[in-house]
């Protein structure tokens, strides 16, 4: 069985950073695309940010330039460093990632369980 765990949520003050991380485990598996999305109270989840397994990335408008994913590969690991970070920003941020098993055959989506971040003003 495979998992995501995401970590490096917090408080943070307005103009801050914040590191997120998420570790893919199990065994005998394999990832293709790799996301974080967000949501905050009585608002629908959005994609933050997403990035293939060749590093292509893209972001919703409201983080660019703040924010920056990233992959290990080696790592089964995805990153997402907030920069600049504004009360806006204050939600549950999950790991999302397109995965396949040797039982699966074909990629389906795994979610991982999310991570707090407040940004005070």
């Known amino acids: 069985q495979v998992q995501l765990v995401e970590s490096g949520g917090g408080l943070v003050q307005a103009g801050g950073s914040l590191r997120l991380s998420c570790v893919a485990s199990?065994?005998?598996?394999?990832?293709?695309?790799m996301g974080w999305y967000r949501q905050a109270p009585g608002k629908q989840r959005e994609l933050v940010a997403q990035?293939?397994?060749?590093?292509?990335?893209n972001y919703v408008d409201s983080v660019k330039g703040r924010f920056t994913i990233s992959r290990d590969n080696a790592k089964n690991t995805l990153y997402l460093q907030m920069n600049r970070l504004i009360p806006e920003d204050t939600s549950v941020y999950y790991c999302?990632?397109?995965?396949?098993?040797?039982?699966?055959?074909?990629?389906?989506?795994?979610w991982g369980r999310g991570t707090q971040v407040t940004v005070s003003s």
């Open positions: 999302k990632a397109d995965v396949r098993t040797t039982y699966s055959g074909s990629y389906y989506p795994l």
């Open positions: 199990g065994s005998a598996f394999s990832l293709n695309a």
């Open positions: 990035c293939t397994m060749a590093g292509s990335t």
